[in-house]
């Protein structure tokens, strides 16, 4: 697997869960990756992620910041292009927290935070990346979004905006800049088999198990596969769209 | 470099930058770059902030600065000749 020679790609939130594991595909598709975590706390994660991201053998680079401050994201693009020799070609806004609570009791802080990191994260992040983009005259960016995008999801109004905007903003902007060779897509993945998941009791996994035709949970790297596709060449004349990686759980 | 040496670099990466079909001694200091003058769009826009930047070490960070620095190859060299990094 070369398909990725040559190009960069900077992962948002890529420490741990299916940013790590979209950062580990691109490596292993011959691409330079970088990637950024946020809170203190994921520090050792992202350890392990540069570990095992430096095994494959590519050029890897990690990096603290919030994706929510325009200055962070600023100081991320400028250590990025230091790294990998150059500025990414290749976006994944993949950064994302949520606050679960129903809306009439979710404190303004509480909204506004999961508004900044999962949508404006993704616009800072974006504009950054487009000016590379488009001087190289290519680029793809893919957004992580969520089937609560499409379908609501009561308890997580914010998360379920955010990504809803996140979804509307991949459409716009992959027309604005279609004729740069840019393409914007996004990703929804299910129910993935991360820490999330497998906190949840028992009797509650498998009723979620039940709704998914296809009757599992999704590995990390069934998601990052989409992701790689939508970066390959394969995926040339693919913008605006969203791939459902859900076991059908959607089937828009 | 002088404000003329300026103006003839200016007009001559919009040509080739920007694939104008004319030569760059045509194009008049007072003219818009964008809607009428050149003919350009916003989308186009775009791709100039990339090759302004780039070529002569300025931010065109969003709309505002952007509106300033395009309004006629002359406030462009204008905006060039003030905010060009050493």
């Given amino acids: 697997m070369s398909q990725l020679v040559g190009h960069r790609v900077l992962v948002t939130g890529g420490s741990r869960g299916i940013g790590r594991a979209i ?26 992620t540069l570990a095992v991201l430096r095994a494959t053998g590519a050029t890897v680079h ?9 200055e962070a994201v600023s100081r991320l693009f400028g250590s990025v292009r230091e790294a990998l020799g150059g500025a990414p070609d290749i976006l994944v806004n993949n950064a994302a927290v949520t606050r679960d609570g129903l809306l009439m009791m ?13 949508l404006t994260g993704a616009y800072l992040c974006s504009r950054s990346a487009l000016r590379g983009m488009i001087a190289g005259r290519w680029g793809r960016i893919v ?16 998360y379920a905006a955010a990504k809803g905007g996140l979804v509307a903003l991949t459409k716009s902007l992959a027309r604005e800049v279609a004729r740069y060779r840019i393409t914007v897509n996004a990703v929804s993945p ?34 990052a596969a989409a992701v790689l596709f939508l970066v390959s060449p394969a995926a040339s004349y693919l913008t605006g769209t969203t791939l459902h990686v859900d076991g059908g759980l959607t089937m828009l | 470099m002088d404000r003329d040496a300026l103006a003839a ?11 104008l079909d004319r030569p760059p001694s045509d194009i008049p200091d007072d003219s818009p770059i964008f809607g009428d003058g050149l003919g350009l769009d916003s989308i186009d826009a775009l791709e100039l902030v990339v090759l302004v930047e780039d070529r002569f070490r300025v931010s065109i960070p969003d709309e505002e600065v952007g509106k300033r620095a395009f309004a006629s190859v002359r406030a462009l060299v204008d905006f060039i000749a003030e905010e060009r990094q050493p």
């Fill in chain 1, 62 to 70: 990690g990096v603290q910041a919030d994706v929510s401050d325009a």
């Fill in chain 1, 143 to 158: 957004n992580v979004v969520s089937p609560a995008a499409f379908f609501g999801k009561e308890g997580a109004s914010a």
């Fill in chain 1, 190 to 223: 299910g129910f993935v088999d991360t820490r999330l998941i497998r906190e949840l009791a028992e009797a509650e996994r498998s009723e979620l198990e039940r709704q998914i035709p296809l009757g599992r949970f999704a590995d990390p790297d069934e998601i």
């Fill in chain 2, 9 to 19: 670099e200016v007009k001559q990466l919009l040509v080739t930058g920007l694939r």
């Fill in chain 1, 23 to 48: 950062a580990l595909a691109c490596a292993g598709a011959g691409a330079a990756v970088a990637f950024n975590w946020s809170r203190d706390e994921d520090g050792s994660e992202a350890e392990e």
């Fill in chain 1, 106 to 118: 979710l404190p303004e802080t509480g909204w506004r935070r999961v508004l900044d990191v999962d």
